[in-house]
């Protein structure tokens, strides 16, 4: 599927201006980001923008810093205690270190990691175990966001007569999916799904993306992925790392077709290294 | 066994086959050792039942007669099957498949340079199944099987004696174990009727609980969940290990010094309680933590990405998930709370007192009424004695079979 | 949701973690307290030229004498000594066979039946164990060795060792169980038998483990009290043999600190063998902690 309209060709690595609170059009951008994990570099000096309510795909072969540059934007990255960040993550122009607070921060990017977890507790607190803690009690809204949020993860024909099954009883597709829906349920305005489709059968793969074409119009979807076929379907931006370094960005088609680097070429080609 | 050797024309060298009777039938002769390796060689394999061992023998040009033993002993498998060879020191080596491999490996032999066969003398291969134990697998299972029963018999050694103290008390104290031997006081203490100090212990144990659950589970949960591997937290865990570790009788002292003096509580309820609560305190931090470190990891970490706060995810995730395994440490903190003497002996406990107690007064219990009536007081009976234990001991494993109920009960429906 | 609410949330939060930060500091703070008062009730006999040589090398435990009062704790630590290392002299082989016969040997409901007994014997209180060596013990050593009293070294010995068993069998059975089950795989693979494994990969690979189990045995068997003023016979002289009766610090502060008249020498010298106590468990403990540290690094 091509997107009908081609998206703008901007420059994703030269930072543009806006300070924090102004009006900017990248949703996140990365300053001069470095991450070490004791000595091993992960990220070096990355320089990017991710521009608001568009599909923004990461790839780029193992260990080459994609995982790392996600959970960088909801600072998930501090829950690994040998982890250094140096250089600025912008959110809507505000530092994630400096100026959020960071529950509020991880309210509004909604995060999919590739290991399906489970809470252990019903189908239906999972998905209202978010929102409660934000303070939303009101059993009738919460019916309807279950809903709304398990339908477009793919799992309410599924559970719908199952809500109270534990969590953790279910497959690990289902499981996956579940997550899905818990990070939807908050309504963020940036999804970071990290190999969201690792346990999930084709044709659902399929569903979900198309779900996640319609999303678009309301959050911004940044999504690493190994699979580069997937990249090419969805995405509107696709940004290539190698070895903790941004290697090419741009628009997905241009990337993908007149990539300007040997590297990038050869990795979507598949005879990289 | 015997030997049927033919005597007429005495031949060098001879193979023989051993059946199963025990007879030993001679196959053949010949005249140099390579000759009779192949005859070896050639004997037939595997049709009906094959001999129990082939004898390889060298005699004299006059007599037939040899050696009782013979000079070496080794096995092959006579169907080709793959048995085992065996080294001159007793080790199996490479298995020896059949008789042509046999014979090879004989011809490939020196003898450390000798003759192979020096005059009557003799070898016998012998026909071994493959994958039976050898001499050496067999030495191993017996001391295998010697090494369990002894390690039962240690263990025997441990259990058997106590159950049967245990046992022997039930049965010295059985003419005293009433209703009213439990249910009701007696004026005199000396008859019997233990109400009074096993609600003393009720109440101790009790009020010891709630000084030390909370602090005790919270103190665990700030270990598990906050507290980061640095210097400080390495202290904390070892004051945790020498709080378990110091001996009931120096927290008394502290009881003393602290809350009967220090306080000014007196020699009380209250006191004694406070004693035993922080004696029992790093029980309950420590299964408090092994209770909350078997939640996954995993789990918060989806919580914390949902924007949860670390104590929301505490309270609505971790606990949740790990109260059973919480319970079930601080009822083992009741059973060795139930059971303390040394700590109540100078912070509260009373040989005899008045009943109903109050918190700042003396209290009896049922441990230090045990003490009591055992080395304090004569001419107590012995059954009332024993039926004191054993009430005490019935009390103590009561609880703890609870606690290890509730755990073998809570594994059973393990959530994830 | 408001903002006050929601301030206040925080507010409550705030407290809550602040309330647990203090209880989990809490175990500093009893450790620094009990050492303070102990040793506090002790500062006024430094103060009045206590002879601390004396205490810790004369033999003369005469507290109550009223014309030369003698406190010399050597009988008491003798004593202890002697009765701890009786205890682990019996406790060990027995309480390690049954360890390994637990974790090796043993399978399904046995090794269940086995685990919850032994859990169970655990918790039988000090003072059931005293009265069993006065009123049971006692006796049958009297009838098998002709002894004139039966509360004595050898009838504390036995019951300290059938107390410490517990801890040694639980605790060495876990050194045994974190040794990896690779290691046994690759032994039974080489043709090992189980007692080859047990021997010849097991001991050597748990143990600094075995050897805390054994630790933490002996840090109990010191600490015990009431067992021991009742199992021992409380007569402070230095035992020749298996049958004398003995006294131990921590008897010697049961028995005598109710009668002791308070703030006396002798209550403060009680105090003062609490402070010993003190430090021979904690340093006890001490070194079984770094035993078990050094395990874990080992195996990272």
């Given amino acids: 599927m091509v997107n009908p309209i081609p998206p703008p060709e901007l420059d994703l690595q030269t930072p543009r201006d806006g300070g924090p609170g102004g009006s900017v059009s990248s949703h996140v951008a990365f300053r001069n980001l470095t991450v070490r994990y004791g000595t091993k570099t992960a990220l070096d000096g990355v320089n990017l923008e991710i521009p608001r309510q568009s599909i923004f795909a990461v790839i780029g072969p193992a260990n080459s810093g994609k995982t790392t540059l996600l959970k960088c934007i909801n600072r998930t990255i501090d829950f690994i205690s040998s982890a250094r960040v140096s250089g600025e993550i912008l959110v809507d122009g505000g530092d994630v270190y400096r100026q959020w607070n960071v529950y509020e921060l991880r309210r509004r990017v909604g995060m999919v990691f590739p290991l399906p977890v489970g809470l252990p507790m019903s189908v239906y607190n999972n998905v209202a175990y978010a929102p409660r803690r934000a303070g939303l009690h009101n059993r009738r809204e919460l019916d309807a966001l279950v809903e709304s949020c398990l339908r477009r993860a793919m799992l309410w024909d599924e559970v719908q007569d199952r809500l109270d099954l534990l969590g953790t009883r279910l497959s690990g597709g289902q499981q996956q999916r579940l997550t899905l829906a818990r990070a939807l349920s908050l309504r963020p305005d940036i999804l970071c799904l990290d190999e969201f489709s690792i346990a999930i059968d084709p044709v659902t793969t399929m569903r979900i993306e198309d779900i996640l074409r319609e999303l678009k119009s309301r959050m911004t979807i940044v999504l690493v992925t190994n699979l580069v076929q997937q990249a090419r379907r969805l995405a509107d931006y696709t940004a290539f790392f190698s070895a903790g370094r941004l290697v090419e960005v741009g628009p997905t088609e241009k990337l993908f077709t007149r990539p300007e680097q040997q590297l990038t070429e050869r990795y979507i080609n598949g005879d990289y290294g | ?416 | 949701m408001t903002d006050g609410w929601r301030l206040f949330k925080r507010a409550a939060e705030w407290l809550i973690e602040a309330v647990v930060r203090l209880c989990g500091w809490s175990a500093i703070l009893f450790i620094f307290a009990i050492f303070f008062f102990i040793f506090h009730k002790t500062w006024p006999l430094f103060a009045e030229g206590f002879d601390l040589r004396e205490f810790l090398t004369s033999a003369r435990w005469q507290p109550t004498s009223t014309v030369h009062p003698c406190y010399g704790i050597l009988a008491l630590l003798v004593g202890t000594l002697a009765v701890t290392g009786l205890a682990m002299a019996l406790a060990v082989p027995l309480g390690l066979g049954a360890a390994v016969y637990l974790s090796e040997f043993a399978g399904g409901k046995t090794k269940e039946i086995l685990k919850i007994v032994i859990e169970l014997l655990a918790t039988v209180p000090s003072v059931v164990w005293g009265f069993i060596g006065y009123m049971v013990l006692g006796p049958i050593i009297i009838a098998v060795t002709g002894a004139p009293v039966g509360v004595n070294l050898l009838n504390g010995g036995i019951i300290l060792a059938l107390m410490s068993v517990p801890v040694i069998v639980s605790v060495g059975e876990d050194a045994l169980k974190a040794v990896p089950d690779s290691y046994r795989e690759a032994a039974l693979a080489l043709g090992a038998s189980r007692w080859e494994i047990v021997y010849r990969v097991l001991f050597p690979a748990a143990k600094s483990g075995l050897l805390a189990a054994v630790l933490l045995g002996v840090g109990r068997a010191i600490g015990e009290t009431m067992a021991v003023l009742m199992a021992t016979g409380h007569a402070a002289q230095i035992p020749h043999s298996l049958l004398d009766p003995i006294c131990t610090l921590t008897a010697t502060i049961a028995a005598e600190l109710g009668e002791a008249p308070r703030d006396g020498t002798h209550y403060r010298v009680l105090f003062l063998i609490g402070v010993v106590l003190f430090v021979i468990t904690f340093i006890v403990n001490l070194t079984a902690d770094l035993v078990v540290k050094g395990i874990r690094t080992e195996k990272e």
């Fill in chain 2, 1 to 416: 066994m015997r030997d049927d050797v033919p005597n007429n024309t005495p031949p060098k060298y001879l193979l023989a086959a051993e059946t199963a009777e025990g007879a030993v039938i001679t196959l053949g002769s010949a005249d140099s050792w390579e000759e009779l390796l192949d005859l070896l060689a050639g004997q037939p394999e595997n049709d009906g039942v094959p001999p129990m061992a082939y004898r390889l023998i060298r005699t004299a040009e006059t007599e037939a007669a040899v050696k009782k033993k013979p000079r070496r002993e080794y096995f092959a498998n006579f169907r080709g099957a793959g048995g085992a060879g065996r080294e001159d020191d007793g080790t199996e080596s490479a298995p020896w498949w059949g008789l042509d491999h046999a014979a090879a490996n004989l011809a490939a032999r020196r003898f450390d340079d000798l003759p192979p066969l020096a005059v009557r003398e003799w070898i016998r291969i012998r026909h071994k199944e493959p994958f039976t134990p050898g001499a050496l697998e067999r030495r191993k299972r017996i001391k295998e099987a010697v090494a369990e029963y002894v390690f039962l018999a240690m263990t025997a050694a441990l259990v058997i004696p106590i159950v049967a103290i245990l046992a022997y008390l039930v049965v010295k104290a059985w003419p005293a174990l009433s209703f009213s031997f439990i249910f009701q006081n007696s004026e005199d203490s000396q008859a019997g009727g233990i109400w009074a100090p096993l609600v003393g212990t009720f109440f101790l144990v009790w009020i010891s609980l709630i000084i030390s659950a909370p602090i005790g589970v919270l103190a665990g949960v700030y270990l598990n969940e906050y507290a980061r591997d640095n210097w400080f937290t390495r202290l904390i865990n070892l004051a945790v290990v020498n709080l378990a570790g110091v001996p009931s009788i120096v927290h008394a002292l502290f009881g003393v010094g602290a809350f009967v003096l220090a306080a000014g509580m007196g020699q009380s309820l209250l006191a004694a309680s406070c004693t035993v609560a922080i004696m029992t305190l790093p029980v309950i931090i420590a299964s408090t933590r092994e209770a909350l470190a078997a939640v996954p990891m995993a789990f918060r970490e989806a919580c914390w990405n949902l924007g949860a706060t670390r104590w929301q995810t505490i309270r609505t995730l971790v606990l949740p998930n790990s109260i059973s395994g919480i319970l079930t440490g601080v009822i083992l903190q009741v059973s060795r709370a139930a059971g303390e003497t040394a700590p109540i002996l100078f912070t509260g406990a009373a040989l005899f007192t008045s009943f109903p107690y109050h918190l700042d007064q003396p209290f009896m219990a049922l441990s230090m009424h045990l003490y009591a009536i055992c080395t304090q007081l004569q001419g107590v009976s012995d059954s009332v004695q024993y039926g004191t234990a054993v009430v005490l001991i019935g009390l103590v494993l009561a609880v703890n079979g609870l606690s290890i109920g509730l755990r073998v009960y809570l594994r059973s429906r393990k959530k994830w």
